[in-house]
């Protein structure tokens, strides 16, 4: 059996009045590509948010590789490999390609602020080290060849693989993508498909998804966590997943904007 990688449990999250959330349970083992599934408004994004810290949570826990996260704050998870894209693109879109995926890579320098102020040569050997870096991530993408373009000139699937490669920049453990389809035609969900399974496969990441595109899910999920109202109604492999009665019931429903 693999290994868990991560283990929200129990997570329960309120907006004032309003629970967003109820004891929702959600794990990724190791080298896995786990995704969160449900209608409108029943809670992913939100999950997503409770995960890397950016909202509180009223009860639950949040663990990676074993050890309790839900106190620690965004910064120190990113730094730790718990890294994530948006659902709405969060690009500089003034600077260039290269120029984005090199902030990825910030959390990777080892130097300190004086040797950037002195220009000390470890600064400069790790100023080299993260062009490399990201060179390499914009190659994993394809988008090499559009390094030096204005990141906000680039079409808007190019500016998705954009963001995945600062992302990869990152080097995560942890890579959470929320709805990385989103906008995409199908010829680009399906590239988008293969690029996520190779990040799994060549890179060793584990990749937690939350994604409206039932085709992608399904063709890439090991398994499938699917919401509702804020709870979770079911678990398992893609296939199972889709004949439950249940998660059927809660698709035909729909709902509002997701929370």
Not at 6 to 22: C, D, I
Not at 135 to 140: K, S
Request: hydrophobic fraction near 45%.
């Amino acid at each position: 059996m693999a290994e868990t990688l991560l283990n929200a449990s129990g997570v329960s999250v309120r907006f004032g009045g309003v629970a967003a959330l109820t004891e929702a349970d959600f794990t990724v083992a190791r080298g896995e590509i786990g995704s969160l599934i449900g209608p409108n408004g029943a809670g992913k994004t939100t999950l997503f948010n409770a995960i890397t810290g950016m909202v509180g949570l009223h009860s639950g826990s949040v663990l990676l590789d074993g050890r309790d996260i839900s106190g620690l704050p965004p910064h120190w998870r990113a730094g730790h490999g718990v890294v994530r894209t948006f659902q709405n693109l969060q690009l500089f879109t003034t600077m260039s390609v290269l120029e984005n995926v090199l902030t990825g890579a910030h959390r990777r320098l080892k130097y300190t602020v004086a040797e950037a102020v002195l220009k000390l040569p470890r600064y400069w050997r790790e100023e080299r080290r993260a062009r490399e870096i990201a060179a390499e991530c914009l190659d994993f993408v394809g988008l090499s060849d559009l390094a030096e373009a204005r990141a906000g000139d680039l079409p808007y699937g190019k500016q998705r693989l954009l963001e995945m490669a600062r992302a990869l920049a990152a080097d995560p453990a942890l890579l959470l993508l929320d709805e990385p389809a989103a906008g995409l035609n199908p010829r680009e969900t399906k590239a988008l498909g293969a690029l996520i399974r190779r990040i799994r496969d060549e890179r060793h990441v584990t990749v937690a998804l939350v994604e409206h595109d039932m085709d992608l899910v399904m063709g890439i999920s090991d398994t499938v966590t699917v919401l509702s109202f804020g709870r979770v109604i079911a678990r398992g492999a893609p296939a199972a997943v889709q004949r439950d009665p249940e998660v059927i019931r809660a698709y035909l429903g729909g709902g509002d904007d997701d929370a």
